[in-house]
């Protein structure tokens, strides 16, 4: 099966501290625990959290599993995070590297774009609105690796991304999780702004297993 090509949303910028300012603003327990847990660190990345933008959260993607840290509150009412940690089967990551460089504009008839692209299958894969959106952004290979494991049996659980930049250079994390497998990618764009046949993008798409718990 391939996997479904997403239209590209709009990407929407605001100004807030970025993914550094909001790691630092977790106390240095949660920190130290998601690391414990499934580091070495590979990528991560921390922003104010959309029920309450005082408050932060992280994602961390490492060697032995993924760990979410997500506000909420203890038994007193005061502050806390709650902790999600997906382990990943030992040895089980795999990356591989997807590159585009700019190019000529082809003569004759243009090249289909993301929206261009067959669907059929989107309707099979229960991804949130915003994440369909931000995977139309990405090269059809990356968001193809993404979404390998959920058009090969694996059932999505759940998701997340992260941007940081402007309309013609983005930083970008993302990661889905299902039952099986989880992936992830992260990497850097330019040229954005531009003819679709000027933009570059550099991306890691990585993979694990997850470990049965």
Known sequence: MDAPVHDAATLGF??????????RRLSEAVRDRMVTRVGPIVEWWAYCHPTDIERPYAVVFG??????ATPTVNDRGGPAQLLTVV????????????????RRPRSGRPALSAGDAPR?????????????????????E???RLQWP???????DRGDCFYSGNDDELDVWCYLAGRRWVTFVSGHGS???GPAHRASWRLVCRQAEVAVR
């Open 14 to 23: 605001v100004d807030r501290p970025g993914r550094e300012f909001w790691w």
């Open 63 to 68: 060697e032995r599993g993924l760990a979410v």
């Open 87 to 102: 382990p990943f089967v030992p040895s089980s990551l795999r990356h591989a590297v997807v590159v585009r460089k700019p």
């Open 120 to 140: 059929g299958l989107e309707e099979e894969l229960p991804l949130p609105a915003r994440l369909r959106g931000f995977l139309g952004n990405l090269p059809v």
């Open 142 to 144: 990356a968001q193809s």
């Open 150 to 156: 959920f058009v090969n049996g694996d059932v999505f």
């Open 191 to 193: 040229g954005l702004s």
